[in-house]
């Protein structure tokens, strides 16, 4: 039996291999990519864009009650519902598919299938009689705003609901839910999948501070100081703040040309958003499948594979999917059981021993090369946090699912890591879905924050605050605008334009409960100006940002 790949498919493939040097040079342009996504002069050209989460504390084991989770922005669309106590958890897992026509029409028809899929998932478990405090992970580049506001910046992963961009998650889900009705939901909490893992990781081992993806899409969100954090415009007592660095779209300014390959250039001329997400085009399981049939097709018209014959399948773009590269990289080397049945589902019939061989080979150094490119990031991120011990935690079917992954990143990590830095890689069981249900645990508790957060228009640093006597902010998600008045001791809420004022509240708590029932009594036509603010109100202070729409 061959045990060597062909020399002409290796030759091909070694444009995949990533020296040291390489890997160095990738790390050096991520952190200075990093560090202009921080600040605030160069983070509006940024292509990482380390958007604040406001997620300030991570789970200390308190968080008790039921819960439910969305997991929006993988393959499959999945609701969970979570009992939390005494750090452990019992969930119901359902997943939802989310067809094509549902996820590149329109905002209602997307949100409408989710409040769908909800729907039938609180019916089928007997949960409509409870009032149940909802997580939502939203795994696409957001600027959030807030623990449960946010403004979505683009779609990724094939998603293309165009009039969604600029709008927030939070209301399209709590308007579709109130279209559909019969559910007593409160949504809480949005956090991206990288927050929900690091959460929960964080939940079972304290030393966590990274959280990683590499799934259909990739990305990394680490714990960075308040101080660094120049767009943060929330707590400044807080210490730390997680970043969710949006690293998938990594190299879309060319500082990974050096390595990208012809595959990699096909793929991004070919995909919904061109000049985007380049990083993740190169690692995550939406392309992976993809970059292999393309070095496939190109070797087969060498006549290097399958004698020079190519199959129908094997020439539609995206036939070859991830999971046939998994399920190749599962094999042993000696049976090709996988390759064998992979090649059966690409009407491949012609294929030799050698063939197999050639196939398991381009899969793993294709795979390798990502692993390779994520363990580099993830290094990165660890030498800049400087915490030591320290976990990163980690979800995704590539990670998963792919034999040798860890490996492979733990060996690039080993070189690259500063050598005083403990660390441990950590595969997180369900991370985003019960690391939403903790963010919507601990919603409650910074709910206040998030609401004044929301309020933060800039710029009070022009008024003065001492001699704040009444101020007007507005808040715009699209449909709501409300206005808040501050004075020293009293504080009201009222909508604008009309000015229809609600009450005086005395304390942060009044604020707090009132809130929550004003949002509820006033219907979404009362749009006004359309701002959107990025705010912070502080019992001591209000900074403020007004960005006209
Ligand atoms: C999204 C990220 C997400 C990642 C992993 C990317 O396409 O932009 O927000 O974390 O996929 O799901």
Not at 105 to 111: A, E
Not at 281 to 310: P, Q, T
Not at 483 to 503: F, N, V, W
Request: charged share 25%.
């Amino acid at each position: 039996m061959a045990n060597k790949p062909n020399p002409k498919v290796v030759e091909i493939c070694k444009q995949f291999i990533l020296s040291d040097e390489d890997l160095k040079k990738i790390s050096n342009n991520f952190l200075a990519d990093i560090k202009k996504g921080l600040a605030k002069e160069t983070h509006p050209e940024a292509v990482v864009k380390c958007f604040i989460t406001y997620v300030t504390d991570l789970p200390d084991g308190k968080e008790t009650g039921d819960f439910l989770a969305l997991d929006l922005g993988g393959t499959n669309f999945r609701i969970l519902s979570i009992h939390l106590e005494n750090r452990k958890s019992e969930m119901i897992n359902e997943v939802y598919e989310l067809p094509k026509d549902k996820i590149v029409k329109t905002s209602v028809v997307l949100f409408d299938h989710i409040a769908e899929c909800l729907h039938n998932f609180i019916v089928k478990h007997h949960l409509q009689d409870k009032l149940l405090p909802l997580g939502f992970t939203f795994s696409f580049p957001l600027v959030q705003v807030a623990l449960d506001a946010g403004l979505i910046l683009k779609w990724t992963k094939g998603f293309d609901a165009k009039d969604a961009i600029g709008q927030d998650p939070v209301t399209l889900l709590r308007e579709a839910i109130k279209r559909k009705g019969g559910m007593n939901v409160d949504v809480r909490a949005i956090v991206n999948d990288t927050t929900g893992t690091l959460i929960a990781c964080a939940w079972k081992d304290p030393n966590c501070r990274l959280g990683l993806i590499v799934g259909t899409g990739t990305n990394m969100c680490y714990v960075e100081k308040v101080e660094n954090a120049e767009m943060y415009q929330g707590d400044r007592t807080k210490e730390y703040v997680v970043i969710n660095t949006e690293s998938g779209n990594f190299g879309s300014d060319g500082s990974l040309d050096f390595i990208r390959t012809e595959f990699d250039r096909e793929i991004d001329s070919k995909s919904i958003n061109p000049g985007h997400q380049l990083h993740e085009k190169m690692i995550s399981g939406m392309y992976l499948g993809e970059l292999v049939r393309l070095v496939i097709v190109k070797l087969v018209e060498k006549n290097v594979l399958f004698g020079g014959k190519s199959s129908d399948k094997l020439k539609t773009a995206h036939s070859f999917q991830c999971k046939y590269v998994t399920e190749i990289l599962t094999d042993t080397q000696n049976t090709f059981v996988h390759v064998k049945k992979v090649l059966e589902e690409m009407e491949v019939k012609h294929a030799k021993k050698q063939d197999w061989q050639d196939l398991y080979y381009i899969c793993d150094i294709v795979n390798r090369r990502g692993a390779s490119l994520a363990a580099i990031g993830v290094a990165t991120l660890i030498n800049k946090m400087g915490f030591s011990p320290v976990t990163a935690g980690i979800d995704g079917t590539l990670y998963r699912l792919i034999p040798g992954f860890h490996d492979q990143m733990m060996e690039v990590m080993k070189r690259f890591v500063d050598k005083n830095i403990e660390f441990k890689l950590m595969l997180s069981e369900d991370g985003s879905g019960r690391g939403a249900a903790l963010a919507a645990a601990s919603g409650l508790r910074v709910r206040l924050s998030g609401l004044l957060g929301r309020f933060s228009v800039e710029a009070l640093e022009k008024l003065k605050l001492s001699q704040l006597e009444q101020c007007e902010l507005c808040w715009t998600s699209g449909l709501l605008v409300i206005g808040l008045e501050l004075s020293r001791s009293q504080t009201r809420i009222y909508t604008r334009p009309a000015a229809s004022r609600l009450k005086w509240l005395h304390s942060l708590e009044e604020l707090e409960s009132s809130y929550t029932g004003w949002l509820r009594a006033f219907p979404s036509d009362n749009v006004g100006d359309r701002y959107y603010v990025h705010s912070q109100v502080t019992t001591s202070g209000i900074a403020t940002t007004r960005i006209p729409k």
